[in-house]
């Protein structure tokens, strides 16, 4: 449905050469998908969905929707943002004021060419707005409505003219946190309803796992790795996108023997600690072990195993109501986080072992 | 609000320099009203309104009343050149801020610095340049166009009528209103427009159903803004329209003033001042309700970069030459008429007239102690109202922002009812008081001083507005740290008060030095000002001498200018 091919983009200011705000930016999505562009703040997500849209005329690289080339700057075809079959909602939602919500959400109908009969605006307006649950709404002023239900009314105007492609700019990250959460579950659940093929872009991994089919995770302008949520958490290829995607302790290390697709023997930094992992360097190759805190296992009693299990002193422990993060000081260079449930046998300087399950951990080349 | 819990520290030094600056305000702005409303209804008209001899009557309304032929001219023709400014004003004003804010019109930070010229410079001297250049018979452009054309006799153009009256006031009002749009259009959240477009919105569309009426609110404002700005007016009804034999309001009070025969006419002044006041108090009402109902469209912005401007295409070779045509009349022409003049005397341009350059105005000039005098009055008279009345607007704007006090409302509406009290009106209401009141100010800068200071209106809708950014936390800090009200005033408040009151201050500078109105009503041998001097040298019939004083004039304003190019407003659109 929508296909992104080498996108390009630098912003011109009056002296200094500008770095690339997309750089060789190419995915595609599939129909009746939800993409989410994942990163963080300045790398070119909003830049590259504007190029999506058309407010932004991208320097080189082609834009196809639904099979139609809509941007291509080596054959300098560009159409217009007003004539591409396309819905966005805005991060700051540009209800317009001087509209009611009916006003709002009837408006891609009224200017469309050409223009359907008063009746149908009105049928497919109220239908837009029964899916986002504001048809009771449709008289009020658009200067009256929370923010959640600008957010509605801002869905509601961008599907109603039932668009090929949906393009959605950190829709979530004007709401407090609380409404955040269950919106983030409705917006999952109408978009799956309507159908529609959607590029999403935000900042919040948990919204890209929630919503999206398949991520791609930017640093920089570059997509730096790309794929289906759960891969993508359990196999990062590179430290960013391990440490982006959720809490993440990387400790640093070298192959010892092994390697090459096989168990490698991994020797920690620091105390020296050895770890069996499945690896692909050989030995003497640098490398980062990532392990996620909640992929471990602590334990106040030396467990049975010994292999790929760490001893240590808790340094400190931060209570977060369902959980409790463990620091564990275990000789590698920073002390690893653990979480798991309180736990009365674990205090502070206390000793403990944790058990790494090598399924779970990655071996990054540094 | 905010500003609740610093009240409670609002101890006695507090109350004194506050209520200090309240009083000095009332008086600067109420007594000069209330003068003004008791004169209209004092009698007969040979004595001055608070002579022991004067009553209570109402014959100054009555003969206002009666005087049919009086009403039947000047009410139309004022309502007719107000009417017409104020419609030419808005059209030209909006495209050119559309022009400069929002199109691929090339250079626009330049047309911006050319846009403010007419704001720096006195409106007497740009009437001298337009009537030098669309005067009906030696006019640069008459003789121009007579040359082109193929005419005889005098115009085509004639300066001197209702058109010509209402160009002059629409070139000088542009600049004012072209900064209010300026900001508005600015302040409008680019996703607005882009939402209309990602909608499916042609351009035009867009500019239709979403700018055009979101602008709505914020356009009425400098609107109504403008057409209070035109009912006083002065200099142009004077130096254009009395030609033009047209009877404008503000003329009208000068002239019961200075009637072609008799005595002055307080009381016929004042009654009809009385009239105008009431129009221009109701206009500020509506004003306020425009600007109030403006604010309902405020919306949330997230951090947004101004989009890429609209490409003009095959519009650009018109929208060129609407600018150029504009900025050539409202500040390249008049300039190089005046400059021309200065060293050639009045006479059209050409090569036969460069031998007879000569810097002789400009000796005469320096030679007429008047030139001096009036250099010195206008920087003192300028500089220490720009001082008063932003010492006094940061005042009012801290008892309006920061207390709880009862009567802070009162200061705030008389603060603003400064905008609509023309300065004709100032100067009559001064000159009465201390007529009646001879206390030696009468005749010295001290009158003007006073009189000038009266607009109070700017510095404290500035000082207000910069007050309500400063969180009261930061007060509450340096109380909470031990230092008292003064102490927090002085360290705290006024450092962060003091970038938007410096604005204040240029700008009051900048109107204290164009003041033309005031100073002529007090004109004495003694308080001449720069303004009044190129009105006498002009009316002389001293073409050369009133060029050569605009031409310093505009050498003056030219580094305020070029410095107008680095203000943000010119900045942030272009980068
Ligand atoms: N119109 C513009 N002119 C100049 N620079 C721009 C413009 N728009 C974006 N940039 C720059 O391009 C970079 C990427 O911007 P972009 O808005 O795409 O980031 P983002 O990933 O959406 O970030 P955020 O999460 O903060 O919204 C930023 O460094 C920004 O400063
Ligand atoms: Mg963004």
């Not at chain 1, 500008?18 to 830049?47: E, H």
């Not at chain 1, 948990?206 to 302008?221: K, P, T």
Request: charged share 15%; aromatic share 8%.
């Amino acid at each position: 449905m929508l296909e992104v091919i080498e996108l390009c983009k630098t912003f011109q200011t009056a002296d200094r050469a500008q770095p690339r705000v997309v750089d060789n930016v190419s995915f595609s999505i599939p129909d009746g998908q939800c993409y989410a562009l994942l990163g963080p703040s300045g790398c070119g997500k909003t830049t590259t969905l504007r190029c999506v849209a058309g407010l932004e005329q991208a320097d080189s690289g082609i834009v196809r929707i639904g099979g139609a080339v809509v941007s291509d700057a080596a054959r300098a075809v560009f159409m217009p943002v007003h004539e591409r079959p396309i819905g966005m909602v805005f991060q700051s939602y540009a209800i317009w004021p001087h509209m009611d919500v009916f006003g709002n959400v009837s408006y891609p109908l009224t200017v469309s060419r050409p223009r359907p009969e008063k009746a149908e605006i009105r049928d497919r307006t109220m239908q837009a707005l029964t899916q986002v649950g504001m048809q009771d709404m449709a008289d009020r002023p658009a200067t009256r409505l929370s923010g959640g239900q600008q957010q509605r009314v801002a869905l509601a105007r961008a599907v109603v003219r039932q668009p090929k492609l949906l393009l959605l700019d950190e829709p979530l990250s004007n709401l407090d946190a609380r409404l955040r959460e269950t919106m983030r579950q409705e917006l999952s659940d109408m978009i799956a309803r309507i159908g529609v093929t959607a590029l999403y872009v935000t900042h919040d991994q948990a919204e890209a796992f929630a919503l999206a089919h398949r991520m791609g995770v930017m640093d920089r302008g570059r997509i730096v790795q790309e794929g289906d949520p759960r891969t993508l958490y359990a196999a990062p290829q590179s430290t960013f996108a391990a440490s982006f995607l959720g809490a993440a302790n990387i400790v640093a290390g070298c192959i010892e023997s092994g390697g090459g697709g096989g168990v490698a023997v991994v020797v920690l930094d620091g105390a020296g600690h050895r770890l069996a992992i499945v690896a692909a360097g050989k030995p003497g190759d640098a490398v980062d072990v990532v392990i996620r805190p909640e992929d471990v296992q602590l334990s106040a009693a030396k467990p049975e195993r010994d292999d790929n299990v760490l001893s240590g002193k808790i340094a400190r422990l931060t209570f977060l109501g369902s959980l409790v993060e463990y620091h564990i000081d275990c000789g590698t260079p920073h002390a690893v986080r653990v979480s798991g449930r309180a736990d009365p046998g674990l205090a502070p300087g206390g000793l403990v072992w944790i058990c790494i399950d090598p399924k779970r951990a990655a071996v990054l080349a540094r | 609000m905010a500003a609740t819990s610093a009240t409670r520290s609002l101890g006695r030094p507090a109350i004194l320099v506050l209520s200090a600056a309240a009083i000095v305000a009332a008086y600067l702005v109420l007594v000069p009203l209330c003068v003004l409303l008791f004169s209209a209804f004092r009698g007969p008209p040979d004595y001055l309104p608070f002579e022991s001899q004067a009553r209570w009557s109402l014959e100054n309304l009555a003969a206002l009343y009666h005087n049919t032929a009086l009403l039947g001219r000047m009410l139309p023709d004022t309502l007719m050149s107000v009417a017409g400014t104020v419609i030419c004003t808005s059209v030209t004003a909006f495209a050119l801020a559309w022009l400069v804010e929002r199109t691929d019109m090339p250079g626009a930070r330049w047309a911006f610095v050319l846009i403010l010229f007419p704001l720096l410079i006195p409106v007497n001297i740009l009437a001298v340049a337009w009537i030098y250049l669309m005067g009906p018979n030696a006019g640069w452009l008459n003789v121009a166009l007579r040359a082109l054309l193929g005419l005889e006799g005098s115009g085509p153009i004639n300066i001197f009528s209702m058109g010509g009256l209402i160009l002059c006031q629409s070139l000088v009002l542009t600049p004012y209103v072209f900064l209010l749009l300026l900001a508005t259009l600015r302040s409008m959240n680019p996703a607005m427009e882009e939402a209309s477009a990602a909608s499916g919105a042609s351009q035009f569309t867009t500019f239709r159903r979403v700018t055009l009426p979101m602008l709505l609110p914020g356009i009425l404002a400098p609107v109504i803004l403008a057409t209070i700005i035109v009912l006083e007016q002065f200099e142009l009804p004077l130096m254009i329209g009395l030609p033009a034999r047209l009877n404008i309001f503000a003329y009208r009070i000068y002239y019961e003033l200075n009637p072609a025969d008799g005595l002055p006419n307080y009381g016929a002044a004042a009654a009809i001042s009385f009239v105008f006041l009431f129009v221009a108090v109701l206009l500020l009402f509506v004003y306020n309700r425009a600007v109030r109902h403006a604010d309902r469209f405020t919306t949330i912005t997230g951090k947004a970069y101004r989009q890429k401007q609209l490409k003009l295409g095959r519009w650009k070779l018109p929208a060129i030459l609407f600018l150029c045509g504009y900025l050539a009349l409202a500040a390249v022409l008049p300039a190089t008429v005046l400059v021309w003049t200065s060293f050639f005397g009045f006479t059209v341009p050409s090569l036969d007239a460069l031998p007879t350059y000569s810097a002789a105005a400009y000796r005469s000039l320096f030679s007429d102690h008047r030139f001096w005098l009036g250099l010195r009055n206008t920087l003192i008279v300028a500089s220490l109202s720009a001082l008063v009345v932003t010492v006094l607007g940061a005042a009012l704007g801290l008892i309006i922002t920061r207390t709880r006090l009862r009567w802070r409302g009162a200061v705030d509406v008389m603060s603003f009812l400064s905008i609509g009290i023309p300065s004709v009106i100032v100067g009559l209401a001064v000159m009465i008081i201390f007529l009646t009141v001879p206390i030696g100010v009468y005749g010295t800068i001290w009158i003007l001083l006073i009189a000038y200071s009266y607009r109070l209106a700017t510095t404290t809708r500035t000082a207000r507005a910069a007050l309500m950014q400063i969180h009261t936390e930061l007060e509450e800090a340096s109380t909470a740290s031990g230092a008292g009200w003064l102490t927090t005033q002085r360290r705290i408040v006024l450092p962060l008060l003091a970038p938007a009151m410096a604005s204040a201050f240029m700008l009051l500078f900048i109107i204290g030095a164009r003041e033309f109105t005031i100073p002529l009503v007090l004109a004495s041998d003694d308080n001449i000002v720069i303004s009044v001097l190129i009105w006498r040298l002009y009316q002389a019939g001293q073409s050369a001498e009133t060029a050569a004083l605009a031409t310093l004039v505009i050498l003056a304003v030219l580094p305020v200018l070029l410095l107008a190019r680095l203000l943000p407003i010119a900045r942030s659109s272009m980068d």
